[in-house]
């Protein structure tokens, strides 16, 4: 599977000049939700990343709402698993929704749209780990973070990128002028 051109035959690869999540500047963008609207090539992608772990046996997969809902339910779908999500708590971090049913002792498959950081997939794992689950891998479409990602279980993604990001104050787009968007 060509991951990269199914973000573009989508139109969610983007180009121009983003403001990041992380507050850099980047001339690409993945726009994973515009991908991810389309039931087919998300089911793709589901199916793509489970068999990255068809060899674990594991009872739930997890993902950071908002990005990584669609992603769970379809590799959950291919997995034979249950899909959760995890929240925002409003206190800086993340918590699985009552009614999402964890159990003590419970092996789950964390997963993200795009690694850059972690962070946003940290906090899922956490949330499912307070209620007694134990993480066995991480999966992601893309790995954006030139192997920075570490997650202390095996991290595995369908596609490695490595797009430019800048600091503010030396991003040569703001020099050339180009308008920056918030993504």
Known sequence: MDVLELYRKTGALLEGH????S????????QSTTLLQ???YAEAV??????????LSVDFVVGPAMGGVVLAFVTAK???ARALFA???GMGGMRVREGLTIHPGERFLAVEDVVTTGASVQQAIRAAEAKGARCV?????VDRSGGRAEFGVPFRALLELDFPTYA???CPLCQRGIPLEEV
Do not use: T, Y
């Open 46 to 55: 589901g199916q793509a990343l489970a068999g990255l772990f068809e060899e």
């Open 78 to 80: 291919a997995l034979g």
């Open 137 to 141: 891998a991480v999966g992601a479409i």
């Open 38 to 40: 389309h039931p087919l």
């Open 18 to 21: 983003f403001l990041l999540r």
């Open 87 to 89: 929240e925002k708590d």
């Open 23 to 30: 507050g850099r500047h980047s001339p690409r963008f993945l």
């Open 168 to 170: 503010p104050a030396s």
